[in-house]
């Protein structure tokens, strides 16, 4: 036995050294701990509380009892490919041609993991804007690149902008990562800041990965405004990757149905790299996102509607027991400061959850610049989201009166 341990404890020391410095998720490890209390009011899992639309459902049932359980194309359905680039011409005036410029992914997760294997060279500088989700410096870490996060504050409505990222440009330089409508802080990117954006990666000659996953779920000024997909900005369709998905608009994560766009030779190498990854994306969840894009939109518009209901409810809570909240335009997140109470992040998230019974992700789980911030997902139930900010605020008041603070 004891052999055994010290063949085991070795094991590691041996793995990938690429895998081994990569951190667990921060997001994982509250949710499994949430998962083992009663009644837990989680606010931490990104995933929305509605059921998929029924009629992607009904062609999903529809599909299996047709007998459709083989493998798609590669690529994907083209029907599916074509009601995407659709989609994209019809929202956001960007062209691709679905036959070579799109292909359906296992999830923006896959899609995100194709495009750094297929753009990063080992030592290749990837630059992320942070805070930011959790899976982008991981994914620039396993393609072998070296992750440059680039800092954004709450003064400046965590917007990346060009003279943010000048300084940390570099000879090494290669991909830009954004991620707007941002997870974890809810901010949006302007048309303004992203046209500076588009002349500095001209300039510098760099790539971009564009994360618009929650694309449709914008509320406030940017509804009004609309949301702005980087390729649509002068300059950067051809230099740009662009993944999108289902699961957050749709409600649809369980499905594991992305899509990568990029001019044909990038596409090229995100194709090759899928062919022999995983094939092809399920098939009966194409079906579905088939079925959601051509005659779900309404229910998109309804779960939209919601989330921006919660989201004046979480925030104006949250801002009146004295945690100062930024206002978030986009996804489904918010992001509090939680400094006033004395407590780090860590700190906060854990006693909130032990005292209390309330699941938040510590904001530094998702880059430097979230330190002293918590992650709030309002993809929950108003009621849980009320219950919610009446025990944050609970906790608020005895965590200060115990310092001797008054709220």
Known sequence: MQERLATLSGLEA????RV??????GIRRFFEIAATMDDVISLGIGEPDFVSPPVAIEAAIASLRAGKTGYTANAGLIELREAVAEELARRYGVHYDPAREVLITV?????LQLAMLALVDPGDEVLIPEPCFVSYAPAATFAGGRVVYVPTSVENDFQVTAADLEPYLTSRTKVLMIGYPNNPTGAVLRRHTLEEIG???IKHDLLVISDEIYDRLIY?????EGHVCVPSIPGLWERTVLLGGFSKDYAMTGWRIGYACAPEPILKALYKLHQYIVMSAPTMGQVAALAALRQAQDDVERMRQAYDARRRVIVDGLRAVGLPTFEPEGAFYCFPDVRSTGLTSEEFAQRLLREEHVAVVPGDAFGPSGAGYVRCSYATSMEKLQEAVRRIGRFVERVRAARGVET
Request: proline share 4%; glycine share 8%.
């Open 199 to 201: 002349e500095l990666v």
């Open 14 to 17: 041996r793995l990938a050294a």
């Open 220 to 224: 406030g000024r940017a509804y009004e």
């Open 20 to 25: 081994r410095q990569v951190a667990p998720s």
């Open 107 to 111: 999830g923006v997760s896959e899609a």
